[in-house]
């Protein structure tokens, strides 16, 4: 084992996944957190152990964008609470999402190396500029570079992404070494973290895909329905996204404890067709009502399912699998261009993997997702988010 692999693995623990977010929980949002205080810092690491109940949807859609609870407000008179690695951030008012590709020049591993073991210096550097902002990052790394980069064994479920062709439709395969999933209530920070990213990287990467998500009222989509109900809460959250001691074999070993799997693809929509159907129209495609987010029934066995039910995973044994999903709407009117962002969070990649053929080829194979008749994929990665140990340990 290299210098690196002993380091990762002294320090490798089953910690919650890369970000660094200021504030705390309160009103501010409905997340899952554990804590764990340290004597440097009052800072706080994602387990598994004491969640708390966490519905983003709703609470998210029912706060302004710059109005801090009180218990935020609280924390500015005590130390900077510097929260490290969750996925399981606050939906934001504003995200980036940040893929790139490793370049061919000599030092671009090193270099890639460096600046995510240093990721939570400079989250912070930038996040402690405001405490309300709820400044988090995540950051995902692919299959192409995992080996290169960690020099450990990699995650048993992690490949590229994997194009889903149905009749009708195509979820493309598309390049990405890395991701970066910038979100806060301010869209300066994201810039000014970005920015000092890239310089920090230099010529090490290239820009796949960079795109910029808004929260949308009440959270929802540019197609006009609530997005994100049937997130996970409480203690599912942490049974849905983060790998677990129990799903590492002896081969794949315990570099992936902790982490997440990570499904990301952007979605085109063509807006003038979508607004040409009726509202009932639009409501059984989604599978919601469209003013008041009530599910509507599954329809019978045989018929056309909607966006909800295909997008529902069970096992042979019946079991529902949930994904943790942070999509945003992105667009600009000026150019025609209107989409959603997709991104997913999950504990087993093989649940987005099915979601998707069950959208693209169809239940019973044909009768796809009807939403893919309105909104186009045009990306498709996979990564693998891991844990905040691993990723400090790359700089020893």
Same mark, same amino acid.
């Given at each position: 084992?290299?210098?690196?692999?002993? /380091?990762?693995?002294? &320090?490798?623990?089953?910690?919650?996944?890369?970000?660094?977010?200021?504030?705390?929980?309160?009103? &501010?949002?409905?997340?899952?957190?554990?804590?764990?205080?340290?004597?440097?810092?009052?800072?706080?690491?994602?387990?598994?152990?004491? %969640?708390?109940?966490?519905?983003?949807?709703?609470?998210?859609?029912?706060?302004?964008?710059?109005?801090?609870?009180?218990?935020?407000?609280?924390?500015?008179? &005590?130390?900077? %609470?510097?929260?490290?690695?969750? +996925?399981?951030?606050?939906?934001?008012?504003?995200?980036?999402?940040?893929?790139?590709?490793?370049?061919?020049? %000599?030092?671009?591993?090193?270099?890639?190396?460096?600046?995510?073991?240093?990721?939570?210096?400079?989250?912070?550097?930038?996040?402690?500029?405001?405490?309300?902002?709820?400044?988090?990052?995540?950051?995902?790394? !692919?299959?192409?570079?995992?080996?290169?980069? =960690?020099?450990?064994?990699?995650? *048993?479920?992690?490949?590229?992404? #994997?194009?889903?062709?149905?009749? =009708?439709?195509?979820?493309?395969?598309?390049?990405?070494?890395?991701?970066?999933?910038?979100? /806060?209530?301010?869209?300066?920070?994201?810039?000014?973290?970005?920015?000092?990213?890239? @310089?920090?990287?230099?010529?090490?990467?290239?820009?796949?895909?960079? =795109?910029?998500?808004?929260?949308?009222? @009440?959270?929802?989509?540019?197609?006009?329905?609530?997005?994100? =109900?049937?997130?996970?809460?409480?203690?599912?959250?942490?049974?849905?996204?983060?790998?677990?001691?129990?799903?590492?074999?002896?081969?794949?070993?315990?570099?992936?404890?902790?982490?997440?799997?990570?499904?990301?693809?952007?979605?085109?929509?063509?807006?003038? *067709?979508?607004?040409?159907?009726?509202?009932?129209?639009?409501?059984?495609?989604?599978?919601?009502? #469209?003013?008041?987010?009530?599910?509507?029934?599954?329809?019978?066995?045989?018929?056309?399912?909607?966006? #909800? *039910?295909?997008?529902?995973?069970?096992?042979?044994?019946?079991?529902?699998?949930?994904?943790?999903?942070?999509?945003?709407?992105?667009?600009?009117?000026? /150019?025609?261009?209107?989409?959603?962002?997709?991104?997913?969070?999950?504990? &087993?990649?093989?649940?987005?993997?099915?979601?998707?053929?069950?959208?693209?080829? !169809? +239940?019973?194979?044909?009768?796809? @997702?009807?939403?893919?008749?309105?909104?186009?994929?045009?990306?498709?990665?996979?990564?693998?988010?891991?844990?905040?140990?691993?990723?400090?340990?790359? !700089?020893?």
């Amino acid at each position: 084992m290299n210098n690196i692999s002993k /380091s990762v693995y002294r &320090r490798l623990t089953s910690q919650s996944l890369l970000s660094t977010e200021i504030g705390t929980t309160g009103q &501010r949002a409905a997340r899952i957190i554990s804590t764990r205080e340290t004597q440097q810092l009052r800072s706080y690491q994602l387990s598994s152990q004491k %969640p708390q109940l966490r519905n983003r949807s709703l609470i998210a859609g029912a706060r302004s964008c710059n109005i801090p609870s009180a218990a935020t407000i609280h924390t500015m008179s &005590r130390r900077v %609470p510097i929260e490290s690695q969750q +996925v399981d951030a606050p939906l934001t008012c504003s995200a980036t999402f940040l893929v790139l590709s490793a370049t061919q020049t %000599p030092d671009s591993i090193s270099t890639i190396r460096s600046v995510l073991s240093g990721i939570g210096g400079l989250a912070k550097n930038v996040s402690i500029r405001d405490l309300n902002a709820s400044f988090a990052c995540t950051v995902g790394i !692919g299959s192409s570079v995992w080996d290169a980069i =960690t020099g450990l064994p990699r995650p *048993s479920e992690l490949t590229p992404f #994997k194009e889903v062709k149905g009749k =009708t439709h195509t979820a493309p395969s598309t390049p990405g070494d890395l991701l970066f999933h910038i979100r /806060s209530e301010r869209r300066d920070l994201n810039f000014e973290f970005e920015r000092q990213l890239m @310089d920090l990287l230099g010529d090490s990467v290239k820009v796949e895909d960079e =795109t910029i998500g808004f929260r949308y009222f @009440d959270v929802r989509d540019l197609l006009g329905f609530v997005d994100g =109900t049937a997130n996970p809460v409480g203690q599912a959250v942490t049974e849905s996204v983060l790998v677990a001691q129990e799903d590492v074999s002896a081969e794949s070993g315990t570099a992936q404890i902790g982490g997440s799997y990570i499904v990301v693809q952007k979605y085109l929509h063509n807006l003038k *067709s979508w607004k040409g159907l009726k509202t009932e129209q639009q409501e059984a495609v989604i599978g919601r009502t #469209k003013l008041d987010n009530i599910e509507l029934d599954d329809a019978p066995a045989g018929h056309q399912m909607s966006h #909800k *039910s295909l997008a529902t995973v069970e096992d042979e044994e019946g079991n529902e699998h949930d994904i943790l999903r942070d999509n945003m709407p992105f667009g600009s009117p000026g /150019s025609g261009e209107f989409g959603t962002y997709f991104i997913g969070y999950s504990r &087993r990649l093989w649940v987005v993997e099915k979601m998707l053929e069950r959208m693209f080829v !169809g +239940v019973p194979e044909g009768m796809h @997702d009807r939403i893919l008749d309105y909104s186009r994929a045009t990306t498709g990665s996979v990564f693998f988010a891991p844990s905040a140990s691993l990723l400090a340990g790359l !700089g020893d």
